[in-house]
């Protein structure tokens, strides 16, 4: 089995490198490069993104303190289409990740044969300590400081951590003011009253599991008979505990930014919605549910299962916990949830990895539907919405599982293979300006 093996970037040296995400993606690149021959020059210049932009973006809070955060927007490249990927609100953000992040969405575009080039936003702030006004203004704001990059043609955004539908239908209304017109094909995940999409927001769980069935059914496992444990309640880890628990999965812990709770017997995954969701629960965290008990968020990974499901942060999965993990399947709802030392042990192991790259690729594909609904003014229903991304992610889960067979690859390196090679192809056939 081919394994990514950890190993110094070749890169240039970039203000990039500062970040291990972003060091991160490169090896991940480097290792595909070799492994189906890419070329050197086309390999270099998918190393380093085509367009960042830096910005400040000072807002005046409700104290009527004036205080700047700072922006990051990504584009990795342009060469397939319109750059399209979310923009995060995260205190953590930093120009690196956001780089690796704009990486990987290309790759993930590319597995889909999605018409987009991948890309990235985000801003150094904790969502969760600003009021709505203070959201509404840092968004706007944000959107006045990158309009010459965007574009329903050139840069399209999504929600991601920390974002909404809300701050989606921020940047539409400021876009739009912009060129005068109402423009809704700027940005992806806003509500439906706006032209966003039906499904739109369920889609990157449901994508998720739309893979481990096929996983449980190439493995041979029951349904009703597995169990699974997800890390993160938030958009993606929230509805993939709902889809599970439809399929007959006991969810049997799950863990999220404050704690994290077990129940063997399975967790009552409707209930622990209305709980979460209730205006009293104040973080709207899982913490303190009735219904289970409290575990260590540090066994959370490593708690017997059937299906692990990583769905909140990068770089989780180390060399050190890898050998740890007691699932049968990892599902990666995440981006870059497991790093490059922990794919070497993976790779010795029978843990069936279904990639980032490939898992959580929903999310864009209904995006995409939406961006074509906008740009056409004629609107799909959510079966239709349903239907085709069903048929699109159980596609390319055969094409990365053929791959890995025909070469002996792991489920990871020929995910990602099939990315690069897309945008790599457009590249080369595109040729070098000037």
């Not at 499901?309 to 050998?323: F, K, M, Q, S």
Request: charged share 20%.
């Amino acid at each position: 089995m081919s394994a990514i093996v950890p190993a110094a970037p070749s890169h240039p040296v970039t203000l990039f490198d500062a970040s291990p995400t972003y060091v991160m993606a490169c090896r991940q690149l480097e290792a595909v490069a070799k492994a189906i021959n890419l070329d050197a020059g086309i390999t270099q210049r998918l190393m380093v993104p085509k367009r960042s932009q830096v910005v400040a973006v000072p807002i005046r809070l409700d104290s009527g303190e004036v205080k700047s955060f700072i922006g990051y927007r990504v584009q990795h490249s342009l060469t397939s289409g319109a750059s399209k990927g979310g923009l995060r609100y995260a205190p953590h953000v930093d120009l690196g990740e956001v780089a690796a992040l704009a990486m990987w969405m290309g790759w993930k575009c590319g597995i889909m044969n999605l018409p987009f080039s991948g890309a990235k936003g985000g801003i150094a702030c904790d969502p969760a300590q600003l009021s709505a006004g203070e959201k509404e203004r840092l968004t706007r704001r944000f959107t006045e400081e990158i309009l010459n990059i965007i574009g329903p043609r050139v840069d399209v955004m999504a929600p991601d951590m920390g974002t909404d539908e809300q701050t989606m239908a921020w940047i539409y209304d400021t876009y739009s003011m912009k060129v005068g017109y109402a423009c809704p094909e700027i940005v992806t995940g806003k509500p439906v009253e706006l032209g966003g999409c039906v499904g739109r927001k369920e889609a990157t769980g449901r994508g998720v599991v739309y893979c481990i069935r096929e996983a449980l059914d190439e493995l041979k496992l029951r349904a009703v008979e597995a169990t699974a444990v997800v890390q993160g309640f938030g958009n993606v880890g929230s509805v993939t505990c709902e889809e599970l628990y439809q399929l007959g999965v006991k969810v049997i812990a799950i863990g999220d930014r404050y704690a994290a709770i077990k129940n063997p017997t399975g967790i009552d995954v409707p209930a622990l919605v209305k709980y979460v969701a209730d205006p009293k629960n104040v973080l709207h965290s899982i913490k303190g549910f009735p219904g289970a008990d409290d575990l260590d968020p540090k066994e959370l990974l490593g708690t017997p299962c059937t299906i692990l499901v990583p769905a909140a942060l990068e770089r989780v999965i180390t060399g050190e916990n890898a050998g740890k993990l007691r699932c049968r399947i990892l599902a990666e709802g995440a981006n870059g949830p497991t790093t490059p030392d922990a794919d070497a042990v993976l790779a010795d192991s029978d843990v069936f990895v279904i990639p980032d790259i490939l898992c959580n690729a929903g999310g864009v594909t209904v995006s995409y539907f939406e961006w074509v609904q906008d740009l056409q003014q004629f609107m799909w229903s959510e079966d239709q919405v349903n239907a085709q991304l069903k048929k699109l992610m159980l596609g390319a889960f055969h094409r990365v599982r053929t791959r890995a067979r025909d070469r002996g690859m792991t489920n990871r390196m020929a995910a990602l293979s099939l990315g690069v090679e897309k945008v790599a192809t457009e590249k080369a056939k595109r040729g070098l300006y000037p």
